[in-house]
């Protein structure tokens, strides 16, 4: 490992170790909190030391118009601000990252703004923000010979995982919470040939067997706790400063489940502004669904020093987590950047689903969590129209396509969750219509769907 390169710093503690000298957990050994990966080759020194921020901005763009594998991963090419393997070489790629930036043109009108955009994170290799993340974890897994890598998940992390670890010859173990997650990723899962465990608990309780299962056993965990995977999943950071000409939006939202993505796309914010290649940091907002809302109970009742888990329960399955591990991490980062930490009711999310969907983007529930809280964000007077702001989408719409069809049939709300919403849902629901085959009954169809 490029020890000299990168070592691991206790955030409850700040105790230092080298990276090769984690614990299997990933918790410190004195606090028992998480770690974080620090370069003191170029985080600690000052001046005409510090790599040049116009030479780092010039040589990522160039790289995007390179043929080398390395450099067309969108997490890659920032490579000199992950300098975590011992060599690029061993970096596993599935050309990740380098995602759209959508404009919201609708959205933006309707809630009077004039710079809303989409960070489209579905647009990965597997369909969710988690592959930059495994293409880092991932790669140290294998640099440092392990057979057998392993997480918890709620299906995103599971199919990206699965995977990864196939292209490199690596076998994955996947513990998910039966009936709890959506098709679409199980069946990726599967595809990439993992070994599924479906347990009969919740993630929180995958989550727990699993750390214990890699203290007893030579497996890798990739969950978020470790930290490479924030490695990775900082680089979305880069893209977007990069797609504002590195001035950075004003705000950026982001969904929280296990709080591992907004604590890492903070940190990849953060190191700009260190370096000195950006003048600021955005706001950054987190949203949450209200039945799996323990960060916004630790900011309602602790300003986010505290925080009690709760029975998560949400038809956003991806962010169905009561306990999440980097809960501290995130809460710095919003206090830092002077962002919101609000949650959002069933229907705000259904409703915001769809109309990121008809934009002709998509999404899945929990990454439209970001719109709903804007959206009450808006309301609260806290973002004024000027703003710029970004909506970080975590997932592709087709990985739960039976939340889409459930919203649109009319099948998905109960009827106490969708009161108040009525008129929205109608206007936004599009069912499909059985017709006989002639022209006349078509038509007739498309004349109903104008009113
Ligand atoms: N959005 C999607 C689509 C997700 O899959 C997740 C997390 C999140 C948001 C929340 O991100 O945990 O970093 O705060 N999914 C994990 C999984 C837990 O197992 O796939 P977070």
Not at 9 to 17: E, K, L, Q, Y
Not at 42 to 56: I, T
Not at 152 to 164: E, I
Not at 374 to 399: D, P
């Amino acid at each position: 490992m490029n020890d000299n390169l990168h070592q691991l710093r206790c955030f409850g503690c700040g105790s230092r170790i080298k990276g090769t000298e984690a614990q299997a957990d990933f918790r410190c050994a004195q606090c028992g909190d998480l770690f974080e990966v620090e370069y003191p080759g170029w985080q600690q020194r000052r001046g005409n030391d510090r790599p040049n921020p116009g030479a780092l901005k010039w040589l990522w763009r160039e790289r995007r118009a390179s043929s080398e594998w390395l450099d067309q991963s969108g997490v890659w090419r920032f490579r000199e601000l992950l300098p975590i393997l011992d060599s690029f070489g061993n970096a596993m790629t599935l050309r990740e990252g380098n995602t759209p930036l959508y404009p919201l043109f609708r959205n933006a009108r309707a809630l009077g703004m004039d710079q809303l955009y989409a960070k489209h994170q579905g647009m990965n290799p597997t369909g969710s923000f988690k592959d930059t993340g495994m293409t880092a974890a991932l790669s140290v897994a294998k640099e440092r010979g392990f057979e057998w890598v392993a997480c918890a998940s709620t299906g995103n992390t599971s199919a990206a995982m699965a995977a990864y670890a196939a292209r490199a010859g690596l076998r994955s173990l996947v513990l998910i919470p039966e009936g709890k997650i959506a098709w679409g990723k199980l069946s990726q899962a599967m595809d990439y040939g993992a070994v599924t465990c479906q347990l009969k608990t919740d993630f929180d309780g995958c989550l727990q067997l699993l750390t214990q299962i890699v203290k007893e056993s030579p497996i890798y965990l990739l969950n978020s706790v470790n930290p490479y995977r924030l490695e990775g999943q900082k680089t979305p950071a880069f893209e977007i400063a990069e797609a504002f000409d590195w001035n950075v939006p004003d705000h950026l939202i982001v969904p929280g489940g296990n709080l591992g993505n907004s604590s890492a796309l903070g940190k990849g914010f953060r190191e700009l502004h260190e370096l000195g290649l950006v003048a600021r940091m955005p706001r950054i907002s987190v949203i949450q669904a209200e039945g799996a809302n323990p960060l916004v109970r630790s900011f309602a009742t602790s300003e986010g020093m505290e925080m009690a888990p709760v029975e998560a329960n949400t038809r956003a399955t991806a962010i169905r987590i009561g306990n999440p591990a980097s809960w501290r991490k995130a809460a710095r980062v919003i206090q830092e950047t002077g962002g919101w930490c609000l949650d959002v009711t069933e229907a705000e999310i259904a409703i915001a689903k769809a109309e990121i969907g008809a934009e002709g983007l998509g999404c899945e529930p929990a990454s439209a969590v970001t719109l709903a809280g804007l959206k009450k964000l808006r309301a609260q007077g806290k973002i004024a129209a000027s703003e710029s702001v970004v909506l970080l989408l975590t997932g592709h719409t087709l990985k739960d396509a039976d939340y889409t069809i459930d919203f649109h049939r009319g099948t998905l709300l109960k009827e106490e969750e969708a009161a108040g919403h009525a008129a929205e849902i109608s206007a936004l629901r599009r069912n499909a219509v059985a017709v006989d085959a002639t022209s006349a009954a078509v038509l007739a169809a498309l004349k109903e769907s104008v009113g």
